[in-house]
């Protein structure tokens, strides 16, 4: 079955990095974009960045540009998040999703279809 | 940035009951692209409708959604045990992707 699995998560000082994994499976890797959703506890689901099934786009929320990168890796069917310059407010718990439109049907429509169970990141001091 | 609004914060309701949760866009959300997502605790969000009101896989058709425009409705024509849980609308319309603060729907 489809399948999205975080990991990477952990306690960072503030300044510092850590890199986010989310492994696939269970369907074409490269048919679909990815993003990255975070949840502040006890807070709503904020919208991160997303990878375009090939490659060749990513978009990120204008709080973490410049900042967190989003990349993908077809042989290991894994999408990274690599997070520098942590704040206290990156904060929260990092789900990947699968955007619901495969390649076929044009642009990411920003959709999110398949869910990993998350990850936890603590920026504190 | 489009900023969603959803109401009631909380709904307390009993098995068996209608619930209707709205959410209201500060802009025009373009071709209906909104989506509902359900979330229990522990859990990853599921999605549940987009495009304002088509069920994605696998949801009971006791769940509606409507709306056009700014303002949008998720209905539950009657509430199982499962469907307690608290509910998000999400905007794919325009960028960056945004989601309402949440409605719980809660056992009476």
């Known amino acids: 079955q489809v399948q999205l699995v975080e990991s990477g998560g952990g306690v960072v000082q503030p300044g510092g990095s850590l890199r986010l994994s989310c492994a696939t499976s269970?369907?074409?890797?490269?048919?679909?974009?990815i993003h990255w959703v975070r949840q502040a506890p006890g807070r709503g689901l904020e919208w991160v960045a997303l990878?375009?099934?090939?490659?060749?786009?990513?978009d990120y929320r204008d709080s973490v540009k410049g900042r967190f990168t989003i990349s993908r890796h077809r042989s290991t069917r894994k999408v990274d998040l690599q997070m520098n310059s942590l704040r206290d407010e990156d904060t929260a718990v990092y789900f990947c999703?699968?955007?619901?439109?495969?390649?076929?049907?044009?642009?990411?429509?920003?959709?999110?279809?398949?869910w990993g169970q998350g990850t936890t990141v603590t920026v504190s001091s | 940035e489009i900023v969603l609004t959803q109401s009631p914060g909380t709904l307390s309701l009993s098995p068996g009951e209608r619930a209707t949760l709205s959410c209201r866009a500060s802009?025009?959300?373009?071709?209906?692209?909104l989506a509902w997502y359900q979330q229990k605790p522990g859990q990853a969000p599921r999605l549940f409708i987009f495009?304002?009101?088509s069920r994605a896989t696998g949801i009971p058709d006791r769940f509606s959604g409507s709306g056009s425009g700014t303002d949008f409705t998720l209905t539950i024509s009657r509430l199982e045990p499962e469907d307690f849980a608290v509910y998000f609308c999400?905007?794919?319309?325009?960028?960056?992707?945004?989601f309402g603060g949440g409605t719980k729907v809660e056992i009476k």
């Open positions: 999703a699968r955007d619901l439109n495969p390649m076929y049907f044009g642009e990411p429509q920003g959709v999110f279809d398949v």
């Open positions: 269970g369907f074409t890797f490269s048919n679909y974009a």
């Open positions: 990878i375009w099934f090939d490659a060749s786009r990513e």
């Open positions: 802009q025009i959300v373009s071709s209906s692209y």
């Open positions: 495009g304002a009101s």
């Open positions: 999400q905007q794919y319309g325009s960028s960056p992707l945004t």
